[in-house]
């Protein structure tokens, strides 16, 4: 079952803006990690932020993880074309490995 | 991370017959899952597949409709079996690497007519 909802759906930038999504989730988890998905193919892995991290970077992006609020959000700074894609975070509750979905936000970078 | 495989990338296939899914990792895996992909959907996981044990199916799959097999640590198989329409979807299966992070095979695009 989906745990994860994100917001917004949809989201489009110009090339070299900044573009920030939000995942939030219901209960306790151990990890959450952040996919990205080009055009109905495969995820690529992205990042994994774990329950005791806040913040995590790589590249040009950066995730932070909120457990009281329960949510977590990915920043990808000085969009690029290549980053127009749409990108799900999932997270994995206490005790159980398998992965809840979010809905996904779908990037639009303009050039 | 680990490399992960799929075939077929995509099938069109008619009503009532049946498709058969590899999925082929380049390393020995305890854990690997099939996920199904609905038209703009997000990711719904079907079952967990253990070397040397039946797969563990979520709520609403079943044996019959998707049977699994995991004959050793580096591949699965999972068959989509009396397909409708509704079947229509991307198939994906993935894998737990050591450090928990999951990787995901590039999909089979499963078009049924």
């Known amino acids: 079952s989906q745990q994860g909802e994100e917001d917004p759906q949809a989201l489009s930038i110009q090339e070299g803006e900044n573009a920030t999504m939000n995942c939030s989730y219901k209960t306790s988890i151990n990890n959450l990690q952040w996919y990205r998905q080009n055009s109905g193919r495969g995820l690529v892995h992205l990042i994994l932020i774990r329950s005791n991290e806040r913040e995590k970077h790589s590249g040009r992006l950066r995730v932070t993880l909120d457990t009281s609020k329960k949510s977590s959000s990915l920043l990808i700074t000085a969009s690029r074309a290549a980053d127009t894609a749409s990108y799900f975070c999932a997270t994995d509750e206490e005790n159980d490995y398998k992965l809840s979905f979010g809905a996904g936000t779908t990037v639009t970078v303009r050039a | 991370s680990a490399v992960i495989s799929q075939k077929p990338s995509r099938d069109i296939c008619q009503r009532g017959t049946s498709l058969t899914i590899q999925c082929q990792v380049d390393s020995q895996v305890t854990m690997m899952f099939w996920y199904r992909q609905q038209p703009g959907q997000s990711l719904t996981l079907i079952a967990t597949?253990?070397?040397?044990?039946?797969?563990?199916?979520e709520s609403g799959f079943v044996i019959d409709k998707f049977p699994i097999s995991r004959p050793n640590l580096t591949f699965s198989t999972l068959t989509v079996s009396n397909m409708s329409p509704e079947d229509s979807s991307i198939y994906l299966c993935s894998v737990e690497a050591e450090n928990y992070e999951q990787y995901f095979g590039p999909g089979t695009r499963l078009t049924v007519t």
């Open positions: 597949a253990n070397q040397g044990s039946e797969a563990t199916y």
